[in-house]
């Protein structure tokens, strides 16, 4: 194991955001306050509680894993596709480094900067709600296994995209779609039974509905099917990123 | 000796379909300097992309240090550096945080020290803090080389390190490219520079169309390669070439008005000056001369055309 190569890899990467800390910190907090402003104050005013829990905490962990998701995919896209795209990628595929290196320090970088980025809203969501955590360790797990996972599909989408275009069009297209209606601002209970039965097909639905249990104790699944939905779909990213690496796809001429 | 760079039957086929290597055999001795030449488009920057796992290799095999770059890639790439032709770095770091990552991806230990001694032997020192981008293109190139340099590699490539890059300063690049070569290192530059070639060179390869038409001991090439012309145009024009001037490898052309000389530049600097003394001693008279080099395209037109 190149150890030194990763962290340096990782350092270089981690280094890229902290360079921009009112795109890494300053934004997501404004983003954060107002999504408590829109939904908490004044959606909030007419629906009171789900569940037993204010309405204002209960959109907080919905508010973590829409960012989790859309910035693990959209950091590990763009710190792959930039070397791609400037060439320096060179540098990384003449390094005396596996692909199993390679991709920790790049996933390993992406999902460090959301999971601090799902920290700071955290943080900003207690200067407006009332907040008492019922697993942490399990919130850390999840929100980890997230930020990982989705980090992963991230950097494949690095690797696929031949364009700029095509590196907004998933995570603008099927990601955040995906999240809006994956329970974020409700409970799947307070929906028709049909469009339950759909809910149950949306992947992001499984993961809100765990990290909502660590925050709360109540889940709209059950932890052990979230718990499978993660893992499946860490598999198969993992499985994508080895197949990339062995064939050398788009990374290599 | 065992070579350090070993390559056999090697072929390479891009996805669009273009056959870029047909077959290279070539082998680099320890510690030299190895100079590929070939026009545009020849496949040097293929090859050299290949040995160091840019470019996916097609048929052959290519050992380093006697490492296989597929099976023992680690124990091969960690013995080379690589001076990329495009000018490929992270704009925004600055050049001492670019030196130091390369350094860092090789897996080795950072060393001030080392980093520093780089960065002053190619007068970079004062840029160490500057962001890339705000640096011109020749100190670009020079970044590329530190960074190839931070690991310490036994083997340098080194491709068309001195496109776009100030005479002073390919002087400078030469002498430290010959320093290197003292500390042991095993060099191979591509150029389309002829006089770079001659200046630096121990073999000499020539690639083209995926072909390596030829290898060679410098000066053995240089005698081939460095055939010139020197064109003399006369006040009075000549029926024929006076006896007078018979020894020299001269013909008359454009109807007598002018004496063409061919000479080799690398062995016969002197003929020049004798000739002119015998045009001076047979009272011809010049109104005009100049003198052309063939270009290393024509010259690989040229070997070509005598291969097939
Ligand atoms: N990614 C690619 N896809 C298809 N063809 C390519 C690719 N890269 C290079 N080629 C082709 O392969 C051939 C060799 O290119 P290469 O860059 O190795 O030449 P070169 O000898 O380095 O030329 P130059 O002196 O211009 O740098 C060229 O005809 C080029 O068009
Ligand atoms: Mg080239």
Redo the contacts between chains.
Sequence with gaps: M????I???Y??EM??TL?TPTQSIVSPVISTSLYFVVFGSAIGSRIQEIGGVNYGSFIVPGLIMLSLLTQSISNAAFGIYM?RF???I?????????SLEAVIAYVGAAASKSVMLGLVILVTSLLFVPMTIVHPFWMVVFIVLSAFTFSLLGFIIGIWAESWERLELVPQLVVTPLTFLGGSFYSIDMLPPFWQKVSLFNPVVYLISCLRWSFFGKADVSIAASLAVIVAFLAVCLGVVAWIFRT?YRL?? | MVPIISIKNLTKTYASGFQALKGVNLDIRQGEIFALLGPNGAGKTTLIGIVCGIVRPGEGSITVGGHDIIRDYRAARSLIGLVPQELFTSYFETVSANVAMSRGLFGLAPDPARIEKVLKDLSLWDKKDSPVMTLSGGMKRRVLIAKALAHEPKILFLDEPTAGVDVELRRDMWSQVRRLRDEGVTIILTTHYIEEAEEMADRIGIISKGEIILTEDKAELMRKLGRKEMTLHLKDALATVPAPLAGHRLALANGGRELVFTYDSATERDGIAALFGDLAAAGILLKDVHTRQSSLEEIFVGLLKERS
């Design positions: 190149n150890i030194e190569a962290r340096t890899l350092r270089f280094a890229r360079r070397p400037s060439g320096t060179y540098e990384v595929l003449s390094a005396p480094i596996s050398g290599k001429n």
